[in-house]
């Protein structure tokens, strides 16, 4: 099974062909683009360099979110548009998860994050299973960093933690201040997000048959936008 995997869900643009034995193929970017711009290049250099012509895909895979709207968007539009002309499932996957992929093995809890202003931040706790994959210990959600470390330190005790994520450097301090030596932050080549694990992660929801229609995938931002919520906020005066 041949699967074309993409992230545009923040900073970094990511796109892979893999199947169930290897990646065919893989292109990552993280300068400041707009990803509108790039994303079709990208993937039809990646396909190109694989020569594997769209209709040899059988599955299309996408990181959902949370992160930029403006970059869930695209990337959920992209694979939806894809999933539907090539009449094949698509799988919407978590952002976070996968960019604590990148730590699959490790044995302690896993805390990838983005920034999302204001104190706050992206995040979940993960657990590596099996050397296979990555899975919730608590869920994704949205909240201030400083109420966050709290609650996951409650739920871990004193075991390590390792931060991931490309917004690390904004919030590491904090992280340190009120973790210690609890904090583990990996090399920053494990911060960034990788196409290749979204498809890793898809080709086991396809084995188990868990691939949706184009029309049933929806991006998953965990929060509204700020115009949508000051909309919102006038409706209820």
């Not at 296979?132 to 330190?153: F, G, Q, S, Y």
């Not at 030596?181 to 997000?193: D, E, G, K, R, V």
């Not at 029309?215 to 949508?228: K, R």
Request: net charge negative; hydrophobic share 45%; proline share 4%.
């Amino acid at each position: 099974m041949r699967v074309l995997a993409i992230d545009t869900s923040n900073l970094v643009l990511s796109v892979a062909v893999m199947d169930e034995t290897r990646v065919l193929g893989e292109w990552t970017s993280n300068q400041n683009k707009n990803h509108s711009i790039t994303l079709m290049d990208g993937i039809s250099m990646v396909l190109n360099q694989c020569k594997v012509e769209p209709e040899e895909l059988d599955g299309i895979a996408v990181a959902k979110g949370p992160g930029s709207y403006t970059g869930v968007r695209i990337g959920v539009a992209t694979a939806k548009s894809m999933a539907w002309a090539l009449q094949v499932p698509v799988v919407g996957l978590s952002s976070l998860q996968a960019v604590a992929m990148n730590a699959l093995g490790y044995s302690g809890g896993i805390v990838p994050l983005f920034d999302a202003r204001r104190g706050q931040v992206y995040t979940g706790l993960y657990r590596s299973e099996q050397v296979v994959t990555v899975k919730n210990e608590l869920p994704d959600r949205i909240m201030l960093l400083t109420d966050w470390l709290m609650e996951v330190k409650e739920a871990v005790g004193d075991e390590s933690l390792l931060f991931m994520g490309e917004d690390l450097h904004i919030h590491q301090a904090v992280i340190q201040e009120t973790l210690g030596n609890q904090a583990i932050f990996p090399a920053p080549t494990l911060y960034h997000p990788r196409a290749a694990q979204i498809g890793w992660l898809a080709l086991q929801e396809f084995k188990q048959g868990k691939g949706t229609d184009a029309h049933e995938l929806v991006p998953d931002y965990l929060q509204v936008a700020e115009a949508e919520a000051k909309w919102l906020a006038k409706q209820e005066k």
